[in-house]
């Protein structure tokens, strides 16, 4: 029988052999993953350490974060509680004014004092303010007649408070305080020629009276 020029030997010679150079280079070949170290599809334990660190040390930040806090609450929360709403305080200032008034609140920022009233030292004949006792005349003045009309609400930063403190019922600027009150449930009235009448704070035969200011 006779075949008309297929040779088999063509086919077979263009398949590699399965243990041929070839196929033993490809197979020495590593592949991307064997290259890297790494198995396809996952994280190294090292990178794994790593964000675990970022999270532990974000926990903590946290956690100072709100010690911090809490301390500095805790502190306004007992401050706050101090203040006997019954009584007047007295809020000293770095620059050593004094205001008189009732805190409503106070917390690590501020101090919000109201029905303020502060001393101011009467000036002398000649214009000056008096340094001797003999001489000395202190007025308790009730803030909002001024120049510039403030509201009887003041808002103190609370860095600029060296100490507060509640005053006894019993001392004399509550006392002179009570009787302003008394002398004017309508409140302050401001009017363009002040007149004051004075009540005694302070006084002795040898001590000079403070005097409350009150506008007619």
Not at 48 to 71: E, S, T
Not at 90 to 117: C, H, M, N, P, W
Not at 185 to 190: E, R
Not at 210 to 216: E, I, L, P, S, Y
Request: hydrophobic content about 35%.
């Amino acid at each position: 029988m006779e075949f008309q020029g297929h040779d088999y030997r063509s086919n077979n010679a263009a398949e590699p052999e399965p243990n041929g150079p070839a196929a033993r280079s490809a197979a020495a070949r590593p592949s991307a993953a064997q290259h890297s170290g790494k198995k396809p599809g996952k994280i190294s334990n090292n990178k794994w350490a790593k964000i675990g660190a970022g999270i532990f040390g974000l926990l903590l930040l946290l956690l100072v974060v709100g010690i911090i806090v809490g301390v500095a609450s805790s502190d306004s929360d007992s401050e706050s509680k101090a203040v006997d709403s019954t009584k007047l305080q007295a809020v000293f200032l770095e620059t050593g004014q004094v205001y008189f008034g009732k805190i409503t609140s106070i917390d690590e920022d501020t101090v919000d004092l109201r029905g303020i009233y502060y001393l101011q030292t009467a000036t002398g004949s000649n214009g000056t303010t008096s340094t001797s006792a003999a001489d000395t005349n202190v007025s308790l003045v009730k803030l909002g007649c001024e120049l510039h009309a403030p509201s009887d609400r003041m808002i103190i930063t609370r860095g600029q408070v060296t100490f507060w403190e509640n005053l006894q019922t019993t001392g004399q600027v509550a006392k002179a305080v009570a009787t302003f009150e008394k002398d004017n449930p309508n409140g302050q009235k401001c009017s363009d020629t002040a007149t004051s009448d004075t009540t005694n704070v302070q006084g002795s035969t040898n001590t000079p009276a403070a005097t409350t200011n009150k506008q007619q």
